[in-house]
Nanobody
């Protein structure tokens, strides 16, 4: 059974930092593409960052230079380090695993709330 569990969210002041974790079970987080998305209630889900099996990373322009996606293969976990947080970063953050073989299938976690406020 495939399961993704996000953690690490919380309340932080503007300019602060948080480190989100996405622990995968039942599937490899290292040989598959992993992505972070975020969503504000009533808004469309927004792409944040991605990392491929070859550790190639890409970021949304809104977070570039502030967020870093990484993974620990031994722990089968993907991370999102968020620095210089802004109020507009407030959202529920979701982990997405894209299984390319045998077919393109997405697996989603339940999300973790990040709130940036004074």
């Amino acid at each position: 059974q495939v399961q993704l569990v996000e953690s690490g969210g919380g309340l932080v002041q503007p300019g602060g930092s948080l480190r989100l974790s996405c622990a995968a079970s039942g599937i490899s987080a290292s040989i598959n593409v992993m992505r972070w998305y975020r969503q504000v209630l009533g808004k469309q889900r927004e792409f944040v960052a991605t990392i491929t099996s070859r550790a190639i990373t890409n970021y949304a322009d809104s977070v570039k230079g502030r967020f870093t996606i990484s993974r620990d293969n031994a722990k089968n976990t993907v991370y999102l380090q968020m620095n210089s947080l802004k109020p507009e970063d407030t959202a529920v953050y979701y982990c997405d695993l894209v299984r390319a073989s045998p077919t393109n299938i997405n697996y989603w976690g339940q999300g973790t709330q990040v709130t940036v406020s004074s």
